[in-house]
T-cell receptor, first 112, second 114 residues
């Protein structure tokens, strides 16, 4: 069964800290991995899409890496801000590539 | 640019009632999806469509039906609502397969079955 696991389920940090969110997946034969952000009461917003030919992708203070051999991806957030408080989800395509399989998410709280 | 629009935002249903969640996208995307999100359980795929006239079941299709008569619209119908269908429902779309394409989500529809 294709599964996506995210650790930790929740994380609280003070403003300014650098932090890492983890995502692991079964079946290393994936083609890409995506990270999303979800604010309370809102839909999901795509943050980063890492293609299978890439090992990492960067957008501003966010950096996502992909290690297919170990079945892991990390989302690194530099110099965290209260506005980063949200739930972060990672997702991988199903075998047919027709839909995404999501992890349960990590809920991040950044205090000022 | 509206993106993916879902209606209604909130709805309370009685057990046994039926209703349709509407979803429309204005990005000319071929692929559309319905997910449900339960607290602490992540998103589960209900149905998806790869184009007008083509739909397929996802992980949790029981109790739901869909249709895709146009590229823009992908309504989700709940027949004989049950308390287990209390959830947040998200519609999403992508230009092509999610295997390499960005997926866009609507704001969600909160459904309570009592």
């Amino acid at each position: 069964k294709q599964e996506v696991t995210q650790i930790p389920a929740a994380l609280s940090v003070p403003e300014g800290e650098n932090l890492v969110l983890n995502c692991s997946f079964t079946d290393s034969a994936i083609y890409n991995l995506q990270w999303f952000r979800q604010d309370p009461g809102k839909g999901l917003t795509s943050l980063l899409l890492i293609q299978s030919s890439q090992r990492e992708q960067t957008s501003g203070r966010l950096n996502a890496s992909l290690d297919k051999s170990s079945g892991r991806s990390t989302l690194y957030i530099a110099a965290s801000q209260p506005g980063d408080s949200a739930t972060y989800l990672c997702a991988r395509p199903n075998q047919a590539g027709t839909a995404l399989i999501f992890g349960k998410g990590t809920t991040l709280s950044v205090s000022s | 640019n509206a993106g993916v629009t879902q209606t209604p935002k909130f709805r309370i249903l009685k057990i046994g009632q039926s209703m349709t969640l509407q979803c429309t996208q204005d990005m000319n995307h071929n692929y559309m999806y319905w997910y449900r999100q339960d607290p602490g359980m992540g998103l589960k795929l209900i149905y998806y469509s790869v184009g007008a006239g083509i739909t397929d079941k996802g992980e949790v299709p029981n109790g739901y039906n869909v249709s895709r008569s146009t590229t823009e619209d992908f309504p989700l119908r709940l027949e004989l609502a049950a308390p287990s269908q209390t959830s947040v429902y998200f519609c999403a779309s992508s230009y092509a397969q999610v295997d390499g394409n960005t997926i866009y989500f609507g704001e969600g529809s909160w459904l309570t079955v009592v």
